[in-house]
């Protein structure tokens, strides 16, 4: 570690330099800290979809975005599809999926505003009275930014908050 000089031929000079380099430490040692927040998972079944074709149906509380979608079928013929509503005071949107007994995770990237409704249903194109059995479908909904609630702490405060959590969880 070397020695830093301080320049300045009268008291006032030294204490201005010194207020220089100090500014410049604390720029080197100011921490970020980032948050995550998750996604929130909206998920739903449907036993058979001859008799109640209605896989989900939700309402959401706030602005956001659906980013994914997952679904599977435990039976269901070549034509079966999973067709998402989202319905608003703007409109409706709709898009159809391809129901399959393999899971089947894909990117939707769907924005949706307070108060904007979801539903989920089966549409079996077939001749077959029993339908699609055992449908499952889950959705990752993220917040909208002007929702989410900010809560600011000192790097400290940051650190003491973690120990605590992490000597809970080992208690």
């Known amino acids: 570690m070397s020695l830093i000089t301080i320049n300045g031929e009268t008291t006032e000079q030294k204490f201005k330099h010194l207020e220089r380099i100090l500014q410049r430490f604390s720029r080197r040692l100011h921490k970020t800290i980032i948050g995550l927040v998750p996604a929130s998972p909206i998920f739903g079944y449907c036993e058979r979809s001859a008799k109640d074709p209605i896989v989900l149906r939700a309402i959401f509380p706030a602005d956001g975005v659906i ?25 409706e949107f709709s898009k159809s999926f391809s129901l399959k007994a393999k899971a089947v995770v894909q990117e939707v990237n769907f924005s949706v505003k307070a108060g904007d409704s979801l539903e989920v249903w089966v549409v079996d194109i077939s001749d077959d009275d029993k339908g699609s059995l055992g449908v499952l479908v889950g959705f990752l909904y993220q917040v909208g930014m002007k929702d989410l609630t900010s809560v600011k702490f000192l790097i400290d405060q940051f650190e003491t908050l973690i120990e605590e959590n992490q000597d809970a969880s080992e208690s």
């Open 67 to 91: 980013t994914q979608a997952a679904m599977r079928a435990e039976e269901c013929g070549k034509n079966a599809r999973i067709r998402v509503d989202v319905r608003s005071g703007d409109g």
